[in-house]
C-alpha cells in the first residue's frame, strides 16, 4: 500500500533577509499540522480527495497563508478568493472564483464539482450556492489582516507611482496553498485555494481555479501549482506535467522541472508547483527564493522546507 502527499503554502515566501527564527518557526508548525491533517486522513483509510481538503482547509484557516482567513486583498479593498479541487480516476473537478464569504472556499469547489453539474462558477452564484449549500460562511472582518492590508497599500503606491516591481518580495505579491495526494487504493487529487494577487484588479481571475492551468489530477499524476497566474494559464502549467509523463515517458520530476525550470522561468516568470504520481514519487520545483512546502512520499520520507537548501 503507497500513500504519498505534498502540499505548499504559495510561491511568495518571505526573503531570507525577512525571516527570523520565530517567523521560520510558525510557518513550519503551520506546515507541519496542515501535511499531518492530510496524511492522517490517508492513513485512516480516506480518499485522496478527503486528504488534499483536509490539508488545504487546515492553510485556509491559518493567518499565515495567502488563501481563505488570510487572503490578500485587491485594489479596491475587496477580498475575493478562488480554489479548485480535482480528482483524478473520476476526472471529476470542481473550481469557484471571486467568491468572499466562504470560510473555506476548497469546500465551495469541491461542493461545485458534487453537488452540481458545473465544473467551475463564479462570483454571486458562487456565494449564494455557500448558502443554499450551509456552508460556513464568514462576514468580511474575518478575512482582515493587517499585514494583507499594508501589503496591499504599499503594492498600489508602488505601482502609482511607477516603480517597477524588481525588488518586491515575493511574499508581497502573492501567495496560495495547494495539495496531492495518492490514497491506498491507488486514486490521485489535487486541491488549490487563493487569495490571489496582492492588489489584483477587481474581477482578475488567476490560475489557481483554472483546471489545467492551477490545478489538475487524471490517472498519471495530481499537479498543484503556485505563482504568477497569468503565466500559469498562458503555458497550461498543471496539465502539460501530466501530458509529457503520459507522452513522453517523463518522471515527476523531470516533467515539473521542464515546465517550471523551462516553460515558466522562459517566460520571465516565478513560481513552483507540488506533484505527485500513481507510484508515490513527489517533485516540488519552483524557480524563485522559496516555496513553502511539505510532503510524505510513497517511501514514507517527510519533510518540511522552505527554500532550496532546506
Ligand atoms: N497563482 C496565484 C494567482 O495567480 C497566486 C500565487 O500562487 O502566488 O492568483
Not at 488570510?70 to 479593498?77: K, M, N, T
Not at 488549490?192 to 492551468?213: C, F, L, N, Q, Y
Amino acid at each position: 500500500m503507497t500513500l504519498a502527499i505534498a502540499i505548499h503554502g504559495g510561491a511568495g515566501t518571505l526573503t531570507r533577509s525577512d525571516m527570523t527564527p520565530e517567523k521560520e518557526a510558525a510557518y513550519r508548525a503551520a506546515l507541519g499540522a496542515a501535511l499531518d491533517a492530510g496524511h492522517g486522513v490517508l492513513l485512516r483509510g480516506g480518499s485522496a480527495l478527503d486528504a488534499v481538503t483536509a490539508a488545504v482547509t487546515s492553510m485556509e484557516d491559518d493567518i499565515l497563508f495567502n488563501a481563505g482567513r488570510g487572503s490578500a486583498f485587491a485594489l479596491d479593498g475587496t477580498i475575493t478568493m478562488d480554489a479548485s479541487v480535482m480528482e483524478g480516476h473520476t476526472r471529476e473537478a470542481g473550481s469557484v472564483t471571486g467568491v468572499t464569504a466562504a470560510r473555506n472556499p476548497v469546500l465551495l469547489a469541491r461542493c461545485v464539482m458534487e453537488k452540481t453539474p458545473l465544473v467551475m462558477l463564479g462570483f454571486k452564484g458562487a456565494d449564494q450556492l455557500a448558502l443554499d449549500r450551509g456552508l460556513e460562511c464568514r462576514p468580511p472582518e474575518y478575512f482582515f489582516t493587517q499585514r494583507r492590508w499594508d501589503a496591499m497599500q504599499e503594492e498600489k503606491a508602488r505601482v502609482e507611482a511607477g516603480i517597477p516591481d524588481a525588488g518586491v518580495g515575493e511574499d508581497r505579491k502573492h501567495g496560495t496553498v495547494g495539495a496531492v495526494a495518492l490514497d491506498a487504493r491507488g486514486h490521485l487529487a489535487a486541491a488549490t485555494s487563493t487569495g490571489g494577487r496582492t492588489a489584483k484588479w477587481a474581477g482578475r481571475i488567476g490560475d489557481s481555479p483554472v483546471i489545467g492551468a492551477g490545478t489538475w489530477a487524471d490517472g498519471t499524476c495530481a499537479v498543484s501549482c503556485t505563482g504568477d497566474g497569468e503565466c500559469f494559464i498562458r503555458i497550461a502549467a498543471a496539465h502539460d506535467v501530466a501530458a509529457r509523463m503520459a507522452y513522453l515517458g517523463e518522471t515527476a520530476e523531470q516533467a515539473s522541472g521542464q515546465v517550471i525550470h523551462g516553460a515558466l522561468a522562459g517566460l520571465g516568470s516565478t513560481g513552483g508547483m507540488i506533484v505527485v504520481d500513481g507510484a508515490g514519487n513527489v517533485a516540488m520545483p519552483f524557480h524563485c527564493e522559496g516555496m513553502y512546502r511539505g510532503m510524505v512520499d510513497g517511501r514514507g520520507r517527510r519533510q518540511i522546507a522552505i527554500y532550496e537548501q532546506d
